[in-house]
């Protein structure tokens, strides 16, 4: 399966690369055709990966949150937030490579409260400051557990942020609502009474994988 999101960059690769079969056929001289050939071939096999879009089936409890994309775990830690909690909060951050799914979901049941896109820079997704500096969109849900802020941040690579949500959407843990193109990051940030189920290293994918964990205690 393919996501909606990725219709029109596969059309453009695709005509690219019919372009490029087609002159490799008409061109005799072997050094030209076969490398031809073989770079529409990759160009066209690699854009079908990028937008592949699997089933995803979210655990069947509400006290928990997923991960809202694909990746490896590059931080978890302690913060203090000043965005939207104004108090200590916990970060984690997932690091998408061109080869993860890069269809987001959403990581809680809620209310979108707030949808903010920020212009910025497009420093290596995995550096520390890239949540502050890059390109990005902050969106905080509102559960019946508080308030949770996620951020969808562009990397060196990645030049564009897709997002179906509007303040006031009702939303459901697991259900797509976006993606970044070609390499990029998310960070969670949660309130202290969230216990992180993962740790730095860790493989994740969105929909599926429990990042936090509500401590009732």
């Not at 984690?92 to 949808?115: A, C, Q, T, W, Y």
């Amino acid at each position: 399966m393919l996501t909606k999101y990725g219709y029109s960059t596969i059309g453009v690769v695709a005509i690219i690369s019919f372009v490029l079969i087609a002159a490799g056929i008409l061109i005799n001289n072997g050094f030209i055709k076969y490398p031809l050939i073989i770079l529409a071939v990759v160009l066209i096999i690699f854009t079908l990966n990028f937008f592949r879009d699997p089933e995803r089936i979210p655990p069947e409890r509400d006290d928990v949150i997923v991960s809202p994309a694909d990746g490896k775990i590059l931080f978890v830690k302690d913060i203090v937030d000043n965005k939207f909690l104004n108090d200590k909060a916990i970060m984690i951050s997932v690091f998408m490579s061109p080869l993860n799914v890069h269809v987001n979901r959403i990581p809680i049941d809620g209310i979108v409260e707030k949808v903010e896109y920020h212009k910025g820079e497009y420093i290596a997704a995995f550096e520390d400051k890239a949540s502050d500096v890059n390109e990005r969109s902050e969106i905080i849900i509102s559960s019946k557990y508080g308030k949770i802020l996620f951020t969808q941040v562009a990397g060196f690579v990645a030049r564009r942020i897709v997002y179906e949500l509007t303040p006031g959407d009702s939303v459901k843990i697991g259900n797509r609502f976006g993606m970044i193109k070609f390499g990029s990051r998310v960070d969670v940030i949660v309130p202290v009474n969230w216990t992180p189920k993962v740790k730095q290293g860790d493989v994740v994918s969105a929909g599926e994988t429990i990042l936090f964990e509500l401590n009732k205690n």
